[in-house]
């Protein structure tokens, strides 16, 4: 592959992978959550809220790491082959991985979930009572 941008050209069959997996998660999160009778967007909004701060704390990670390594010439890319966008000494093309990570992992998780999602408690019971 030659040309300005090959680098970000590498990463566009490996997104469109992640994004069959997210869109495959998503369907079978809702499909769980329908089977138990429980809405689809219950903790929807704390799994959102947690992939956002580790994505962001993986993206810095990534950027003080990558300029790092790139500014002491532990690893070099070709100026011929990058986009010509940069962050410090990295190329954005860089960042491409860690951002599909972030996406990929949790989709993973929901998709290799084998707890066995329990149903919502009923409010209208109250718990059993121990016996002492």
């Excluded at 069959?20 to 369907?27: D, Y």
């Excluded at 219950?42 to 990558?66: E, N, P």
């Excluded at 070099?76 to 491409?96: F, Q, R």
């Amino acid at each position: 592959m030659t040309g300005t941008g090959a680098y970000a050209l590498l990463a566009v069959p490996f997104f469109a992978v992640v994004a069959v997996v997210a869109v495959v998660a998503e369907i079978v999160a809702a499909r769980r959550a329908r089977a138990h009778g429980r809405r689809g967007g219950t903790g929807r909004r704390i799994a959102v809220v947690t992939g956002l701060v580790s994505g962001a704390v993986l993206l810095v990670m990534t950027l003080v790491f990558d300029n790092v390594i790139v500014t002491l010439r532990i690893v070099a890319y070709d100026p011929a082959l990058i986009s010509g966008a940069k962050i410090g000494a990295i190329p954005v093309e860089d960042l491409a991985y860690s951002i599909a990570a972030i996406v990929l992992l949790p989709s993973l998780w929901v998709l290799f979930d084998r707890t066995g999602a329990r149903p919502a408690p009923d409010p209208t019971t109250a718990p059993p009572e121990e016996s002492p």
